[in-house]
């Protein structure tokens, strides 16, 4: 394919210089998502703390379709039909329901699980953060799709660094051989 090492040299740069400057775009959201992520639970702005509610026994707590029938009373545009829950989470040592939203909508209200009583309503932005940070707030496919050409491109990009790095220092080392290693040497 390459016919001199000129040509290599020249195709590895120029694949070099524009994957580079595609790749260092989402690198950058990568890491800086991902610095995020590292405190997703150490920050009330990106993870609300479970809320304790009223002590009570399983058997005491309210029903999981009260539950909803409280969400859908609250006429939140995050939750217009039951369809809009994505789940609800118990936390019987708190006393605590919690309803998240399906997609990529981060608002999650925690219910008192004996009385109904609305404990908390907060917005989840560490998981909108996750959902940026994989590309998964595009869709489910652009995850995997992403993750294979971040991964295909750094692949790429080390090769071709590779190749830029190694013809010039394999050249460098050849010119301060002495003349007799020089002739032995099959570089040309």
């Not at 040299?9 to 690198?27: D, E, N, P, Q, R």
């Not at 209200?109 to 595009?138: F, K, N, P």
Request: a positive charge; glycine letters at 8%.
């Amino acid at each position: 394919m390459f016919s001199s090492k000129k040509k290599l040299m020249k195709w590895s740069l120029k694949i070099h210089k524009y994957l580079g400057v595609a790749l260092c775009l989402f690198l950058i959201s990568l890491a800086v998502t991902g610095i995020f992520l590292s405190y997703k639970n150490a920050y009330d702005w990106m993870q609300a703390p479970t809320a304790r509610g009223t002590e009570g026994s399983i058997e005491t707590m309210m029903p999981l379709s009260e539950a909803v029938d409280k969400i859908m009373l609250l006429n939140l545009p995050e939750f217009q039909t039951p369809d809009d829950i994505n789940r609800i989470d118990i936390r019987l040592g708190k006393g605590t329901y919690k309803v998240r939203g399906k997609g990529h909508s981060p608002l999650e209200v925690q219910l008192d699980a004996q009385t109904g009583e609305v404990l908390s309503q907060s917005y989840r932005w560490g998981d909108w953060i996750e959902h940026l940070h994989t590309g998964e707030i595009i869709s489910e496919p652009m995850r995997r799709t992403s993750g294979t050409v971040l991964g295909v491109t750094t692949i790429v990009l080390s090769l071709t660094g590779l190749v830029l790095w190694a013809i010039p220092a394999l050249r460098k080392k050849r010119q301060r051989m002495p003349y007799k290693a020089k002739s032995e040497t099959v570089l040309h």
